[in-house]
């Protein structure tokens, strides 16, 4: 791995051929990925042709097709670095690093606050009301253990169980599927 390749560590991946170079760039904390263009390789282009041209018409040209392959060879590695170290700075726009655990996120695993991913640094609203959606949780796995009716039980559904439609306040049928709610 070259020092360029480093910039991302393991959350890349190579998807170049002999005719171009593209990259996939992912996300640590979701997987969502951005994929650069493709940047055409014109020597493993012409090499493709040429070595096709040969296997038609044979002799000459087949020893063309073979020079060209070796052409292609020569300036494939150089090519390929350029274009990776084209393709991150590109990807650098689609991803932020944490300079705490130094792994590149989306704008969905982004804390802008913090200027940190929220593996390290949580939004502190959302925790908080996830941290009071488990109190509610386990008040209502209280109340069943002891033989009491959940206070859950007496809300309306706000969705359709069978298709997911949302439903109006006080319905005894989806208007999506016409389940009964």
Same mark, same amino acid.
């Given at each position: 791995?070259?020092?360029?390749?480093?910039?991302?560590?393991?959350?890349?991946?190579?998807?170049?051929?002999?005719?171009?170079?593209?990259?996939?760039?992912?996300?640590?904390?979701?997987?969502?990925?951005?994929?650069?263009?493709?940047?055409?390789?014109?020597?493993?282009?012409?090499?493709?042709?040429?070595?096709?041209?040969?296997?038609?018409?044979? $002799?000459?040209? $087949?020893?063309?097709?073979?020079?060209?392959?070796?052409?292609?060879?020569?300036?494939?590695?150089?090519?390929?670095?350029?274009?990776?170290?084209?393709?991150?700075?590109?990807?650098?726009?689609?991803?932020?690093?944490?300079?705490?655990?130094?792994?590149?996120?989306?704008?969905?695993?982004?804390?802008?606050?913090?200027?940190?991913?929220?593996?390290?640094?949580?939004?502190?609203?959302?925790?908080?009301?996830?941290?009071?959606?488990?109190?509610?949780?386990?008040?209502?796995?209280?109340?069943?253990?002891?033989?009491?009716?959940?206070?859950?039980?007496?809300?309306?559904?706000?969705?359709?169980?069978?298709?997911?439609?949302?439903?109006?306040?006080?319905?005894?049928?989806?208007?999506?599927?016409?389940?009964?709610?």
């Amino acid at each position: 791995m070259s020092s360029e390749e480093s910039l991302f560590g393991d959350n890349y991946s190579d998807l170049s051929d002999e005719t171009g170079f593209q990259f996939d760039f992912t996300c640590e904390g979701c997987n969502d990925a951005w994929r650069s263009p493709l940047k055409k390789y014109l020597a493993g282009e012409a090499s493709q042709w040429l070595n096709t041209a040969g296997s038609l018409l044979g $002799g000459l040209m $087949g020893n063309v097709g073979s020079a060209a392959e070796s052409v292609r060879d020569a300036g494939y590695k150089q090519a390929r670095e350029k274009a990776f170290r084209e393709a991150a700075a590109e990807a650098v726009k689609h991803f932020s690093c944490c300079s705490r655990c130094r792994n590149y996120f989306c704008g969905k695993c982004w804390n802008k606050t913090k200027r940190l991913c929220i593996n390290c640094a949580p939004d502190v609203s959302r925790e908080a009301a996830a941290a009071e959606n488990e109190v509610e949780i386990e008040k209502e796995r209280t109340a069943i253990q002891e033989g009491k009716k959940p206070k859950s039980a007496a809300k309306p559904k706000a969705f359709c169980a069978d298709c997911g439609e949302k439903l109006p306040a006080a319905s005894k049928f989806c208007p999506a599927c016409g389940k009964k709610a």
